[in-house]
Protein backbone atom coordinates (compact mmCIF):
# COMPACT_ATOMS: atom_id res chain seq x y z
CA UNK A 1 0.00 0.00 0.00
CA UNK A 2 1.33 3.38 -0.60
CA UNK A 3 0.48 6.58 1.63
CA UNK A 4 1.64 9.87 1.13
CA UNK A 5 3.03 12.54 3.87
CA UNK A 6 5.03 15.89 3.51
CA UNK A 7 8.93 14.99 3.65
CA UNK A 8 10.17 15.81 7.27
CA UNK A 9 14.64 16.68 7.25
CA UNK A 10 15.21 12.75 8.26
CA UNK A 11 14.08 11.94 5.09
CA UNK A 12 16.73 13.77 3.08
CA UNK A 13 19.44 10.81 2.57
CA UNK A 14 16.27 8.62 1.73
CA UNK A 15 15.41 11.01 -1.10
CA UNK A 16 18.70 11.93 -2.70
CA UNK A 17 18.93 8.00 -2.96
CA UNK A 18 16.04 7.90 -4.61
CA UNK A 19 16.70 10.79 -6.88
CA UNK A 20 19.94 8.86 -7.68
CA UNK A 21 18.51 5.63 -8.23
CA UNK A 22 15.99 6.95 -10.50
CA UNK A 23 18.19 8.89 -12.50
CA UNK A 24 20.62 6.77 -13.34
CA UNK A 25 17.46 3.80 -14.26
CA UNK A 26 15.96 6.78 -16.58
CA UNK A 27 18.37 9.12 -17.71
CA UNK A 28 20.87 6.78 -19.78
CA UNK A 29 21.46 10.21 -21.95
CA UNK A 30 23.90 11.67 -18.99
CA UNK A 31 27.02 11.62 -18.68
CA UNK A 32 28.88 10.88 -15.43
CA UNK A 33 29.77 14.57 -15.56
CA UNK A 34 26.40 15.65 -15.68
CA UNK A 35 24.93 13.35 -12.72
CA UNK A 36 27.69 14.57 -10.66
CA UNK A 37 26.56 18.23 -11.76
CA UNK A 38 23.03 17.96 -11.05
CA UNK A 39 23.57 15.75 -8.01
CA UNK A 40 25.31 18.52 -6.12
CA UNK A 41 22.17 20.79 -6.86
CA UNK A 42 19.80 18.27 -5.52
CA UNK A 43 21.58 17.50 -2.50
CA UNK A 44 22.55 21.20 -1.45
CA UNK A 45 19.44 23.18 -3.22
CA UNK A 46 16.80 21.41 -3.72
CA UNK A 47 16.23 18.83 -1.10
CA UNK A 48 17.13 21.39 2.13
CA UNK A 49 14.51 23.92 0.44
CA UNK A 50 11.76 22.05 -1.32
CA UNK A 51 8.25 21.39 0.28
CA UNK A 52 8.39 17.84 -1.00
CA UNK A 53 5.28 15.12 -0.77
CA UNK A 54 6.79 11.94 0.13
CA UNK A 55 5.45 8.01 -1.42
CA UNK A 56 6.34 5.67 1.78
CA UNK A 57 5.62 2.20 1.93
CA UNK A 58 3.85 0.26 4.98
CA UNK A 59 6.88 1.29 7.09
CA UNK A 60 6.98 5.03 6.60
CA UNK A 61 9.74 4.59 4.36
CA UNK A 62 9.89 6.90 1.17
CA UNK A 63 9.90 5.04 -1.73
CA UNK A 64 9.39 8.30 -4.35
CA UNK A 65 8.30 11.87 -3.98
CA UNK A 66 7.24 15.20 -5.42
CA UNK A 67 7.87 18.48 -6.05
CA UNK A 68 5.84 21.44 -7.59
CA UNK A 69 5.91 25.21 -7.91
CA UNK A 70 1.93 26.26 -8.08
CA UNK A 71 1.11 24.32 -10.60
CA UNK A 72 4.06 23.00 -11.97
CA UNK A 73 5.20 19.32 -10.94
CA UNK A 74 8.85 20.59 -10.91
CA UNK A 75 10.07 16.74 -9.69
CA UNK A 76 9.24 13.59 -9.28
CA UNK A 77 11.22 10.88 -8.68
CA UNK A 78 10.27 7.15 -7.68
CA UNK A 79 12.74 4.00 -6.32
CA UNK A 80 13.10 1.95 -9.39
CA UNK A 81 12.23 -0.88 -7.35
CA UNK A 82 8.85 0.75 -6.87
CA UNK A 83 8.20 1.66 -11.21
CA UNK A 84 5.01 -0.08 -12.04
CA UNK A 85 3.37 -0.30 -8.50
CA UNK A 86 1.56 3.24 -8.82
CA UNK A 87 3.32 5.47 -6.94
CA UNK A 88 3.92 7.70 -9.51
CA UNK A 89 0.61 7.58 -10.24
CA UNK A 90 -0.67 8.07 -6.63
CA UNK A 91 2.23 11.10 -6.44
CA UNK A 92 0.66 12.91 -9.73
CA UNK A 93 -3.05 12.59 -8.45
CA UNK A 94 -1.67 14.46 -4.95
CA UNK A 95 -0.50 16.94 -7.71
CA UNK A 96 -3.54 17.19 -9.45
CA UNK A 97 -5.66 17.60 -6.13
CA UNK A 98 -3.75 20.93 -5.53
CA UNK A 99 -3.88 21.79 -8.83
CA UNK A 100 -5.73 20.59 -11.89
CA UNK A 101 -4.30 22.58 -14.41
CA UNK A 102 -0.90 20.75 -14.31
CA UNK A 103 2.31 21.52 -16.23
CA UNK A 104 5.72 19.24 -16.10
CA UNK A 105 8.54 19.65 -18.60
CA UNK A 106 10.27 16.11 -19.17
CA UNK A 107 13.59 15.34 -20.65
CA UNK A 108 12.68 14.27 -24.24
CA UNK A 109 15.43 11.64 -24.38
CA UNK A 110 13.69 10.19 -21.19
CA UNK A 111 11.41 7.94 -22.83
CA UNK A 112 10.04 5.96 -20.18
CA UNK A 113 8.63 9.34 -18.28
CA UNK A 114 7.34 10.84 -21.91
CA UNK A 115 5.15 7.32 -21.95
CA UNK A 116 4.41 7.38 -18.07
CA UNK A 117 2.85 11.40 -18.71
CA UNK A 118 1.19 10.31 -21.94
CA UNK A 119 -0.72 7.69 -19.77
CA UNK A 120 -1.69 9.92 -17.52
CA UNK A 121 -3.45 12.16 -20.59
CA UNK A 122 -0.79 15.27 -20.66
CA UNK A 123 0.21 16.82 -24.13
CA UNK A 124 2.96 18.51 -25.35
CA UNK A 125 2.26 22.12 -25.41
CA UNK A 126 5.95 23.03 -26.41
CA UNK A 127 9.34 22.63 -26.50
CA UNK A 128 13.12 23.52 -25.65
CA UNK A 129 16.44 22.58 -27.01
CA UNK A 130 18.07 23.15 -24.04
CA UNK A 131 17.57 22.21 -20.20
CA UNK A 132 17.24 24.64 -17.43
CA UNK A 133 20.97 24.83 -16.70
CA UNK A 134 21.26 25.49 -20.14
CA UNK A 135 22.62 21.59 -21.26
CA UNK A 136 21.80 20.29 -24.26
CA UNK A 137 18.75 18.01 -22.83
CA UNK A 138 15.94 19.20 -24.51
CA UNK A 139 12.35 19.51 -22.77
CA UNK A 140 8.88 18.63 -23.32
CA UNK A 141 6.83 21.44 -21.52
CA UNK A 142 2.98 19.30 -21.24
CA UNK A 143 0.39 19.97 -19.72
CA UNK A 144 -2.60 17.98 -17.96
CA UNK A 145 -5.68 20.28 -17.99
CA UNK A 146 -8.47 20.15 -15.35
CA UNK A 147 -11.35 19.18 -18.51
CA UNK A 148 -9.43 16.00 -18.98
CA UNK A 149 -9.72 13.26 -16.98
Do not use: C
Not at 62 to 89: C, E, N, S, Y
Request: net charge negative.
Amino acid sequence: MIATRQSRPDDREALFRIWNDAVRATHDFLGEDDIAFFARLVREEYLPAADLTVAVDGQDRPVGFLGMTGAKIDALFVDPAWHGRGVGRALVEVARAAAPDLSVDVNEQNRGAVGFYARLGFRVAGRSPLDGTGRPFPLLHLVLEATQK
